[in-house]
């Protein structure tokens, strides 16, 4: 990892967004031990840099879809802690009125066109995306974040397809952390590296160190130019891990311990405080009152969760159906 182009104010806000992310998923996996959440809790400790450095490179206005491990992309791009703890508790003052859970939450004011438990489905919304801003003449891009596995489904290959056939201003984003649920990426694919696929469709494909938060930036950045310059869509594998098991109580038995140990030696949230502190671009004081102003955040989220009430039995319904679809439409 280096910080060579990027001055002290960036670094150190690049690592106060991958710290933020870091202590609410851990604070997430704490609730979810104590059985103080519903349903299934998909955490991305050790990706948080590929969340930030994405983010950090697109405009206000672009839009993102993200995936079931989807907490990190939603902060990263200006979710606020607050609606997301309260989405987690089921609270009718999260993102989805608490109706959504971890898996689905969504603010189209922030470009966060959601996340959701379907392996890959963010590929296509992200293509529909991209071509409703190519048409309407706007200067937006799309960006689709996904994982190893989604890139062996149909919907990768549909939408990357479209996506350069239309030359759409789109990113495709895929964060391989080696395993789709329990299989090891090697298992079900032959390809070195998944950016390769992108030969295939007659589109740029770059592979980075999904840890190294500037890799990221960069990248990310002049994927963005390519596609608001009409260029069409890219292609980025961001090589990262995941620390924790595909689901928190997932005992990771498939995974080789040394390579559990390796990855977190890389850790992209320790190794970034590092470089900070050896390039003198912070000290330990400032970085730890970054550190207590997060887990303040954190806490202060979590109280706001509990204390806010769950959702109206009455309005179980709301927000399910809708006039304006295909069988409103008087042809």
């Known amino acids: 990892m280096k910080t060579g182009g990027y001055d002290r104010e960036t670094a150190v806000k690049f690592y106060r967004e991958m710290l933020r992310i870091r202590l609410f998923e851990m604070k997430a996996a704490e609730l979810f031990s104590r059985a103080l959440l519903a349903g299934n809790i998909h955490t991305c400790v050790g990706q948080e840099a590929v969340a930030v450095g994405a983010c950090q490179a697109l405009r206000p206005g672009d839009y993102i879809t993200a995936t079931h491990r989807g907490h990190g992309h939603c902060l990263a791009k200006g979710g606020d802690s607050r609606k997301m703890m309260a989405e987690l508790f089921g609270k009718s003052a999260g993102y989805c009125r608490g109706k959504g859970g971890s898996m689905h939450i969504a603010d189209v004011s922030l470009g966060i066109l959601g996340a959701n438990g379907i392996v890959g489905a963010g590929l296509p919304i992200a293509a529909g995306s991209a ?48 395993y789709g649920v329990s299989v090891c990426i090697e298992r079900v694919t032959r390809v070195s590296n998944l950016a390769e696929r992108a030969k295939a469709y007659g ?22 130019r390519r596609a608001r310059g009409g260029e069409g869509p890219t292609l980025i594998e961001a090589v990262t891990y995941r620390h924790r098991g595909h689901y928190e109580g997932d005992p990771q038995v498939y995974k080789p311990k040394e390579e559990i140990q390796e990855w977190k030696e890389r850790d992209p949230v320790a190794g970034l405080k590092r470089k900070i502190l050896e390039e003198g671009l912070a000290g330990d004081e400032e970085l730890g009152a970054i550190e207590n102003e997060l887990r303040l955040e954190i806490e202060e989220a979590v109280e706001f969760a509990m204390d806010s009430p769950y959702p109206d039995a009455a309005q179980v319904t709301a927000d399910v159906y809708s006039k304006d679809n295909e069988w409103g439409v008087a042809r």
Request: charged fraction near 15%; charge should be negative; hydrophobic fraction near 45%.
């Open 131 to 178: 071509l409703a801003s190519k048409i309407m003449g706007k200067d937006e891009v799309t960006l689709a974040f996904f994982g190893d596995g989604a890139s062996n489904t149909g919907n990768f290959h549909e939408s990357l397809n479209m996506a350069s056939a239309w030359n759409l201003p789109v990113i495709y984003l895929c964060e391989n952390n080696r």
């Open 203 to 224: 589109i740029p494909g770059v592979t980075i160190d999904g840890n190294d938060v500037f890799a990221v930036h960069e990248a990310v950045a002049e994927a963005a």
